[in-house]
């Protein structure tokens, strides 16, 4: 079995910075891409930004210049840094993995989410 768990949401006033983790723990032997997406009450979920397990990296228009996505290969954990929030940016942040279980099962897992407000 594998999760996906997120951690780092909350509420942030306008301008200020948020770091989200989320860890995948389980039954893994390897970690292709990994993702955050985000969902706004009312609107389909979309893509923030994406990392290739050599670290390349992929964002929507959106956050270009204000978020940053890493990770660390070792633990299986992928990190999302949001600088210069606005209120637009609030939404359910969720945590994506293409990854191989150890019986070699390809798989796309989802965490359950994180909440980010972004209010005065």
């Known amino acids: 079995q594998v999760q996906l768990v997120e951690s780092g949401g909350g509420l942030v006033q306008p301008g200020g910075s948020l770091r989200l983790s989320c860890a995948a723990s389980?039954?893994?032997?390897?970690?292709?891409?990994m993702s955050w997406y985000r969902q706004a009450p009312g609107k389909q979920r979309e893509l923030v930004a994406t990392?290739?397990?050599?670290?390349?990296?992929n964002y929507a228009d959106s956050v270009k210049g204000r978020f940053s996505i890493s990770r660390d290969n070792a633990k299986n954990t992928v990190y999302l840094q949001m600088n210069s929030l606005k209120p637009e940016d609030a939404a359910v942040y969720y945590c994506?993995?293409?990854?191989?279980?150890?019986?070699?099962?390809?798989?796309?897992?989802w965490g359950k989410g994180t909440l980010v407000t972004v209010s005065s």
């Open positions: 990392i290739t397990r050599d670290g390349n990296t």
């Open positions: 994506n993995a293409e990854l191989y279980e150890r019986s070699f099962r390809k798989g796309d897992y």
């Open positions: 389980g039954s893994i032997f390897w970690v292709n891409d």
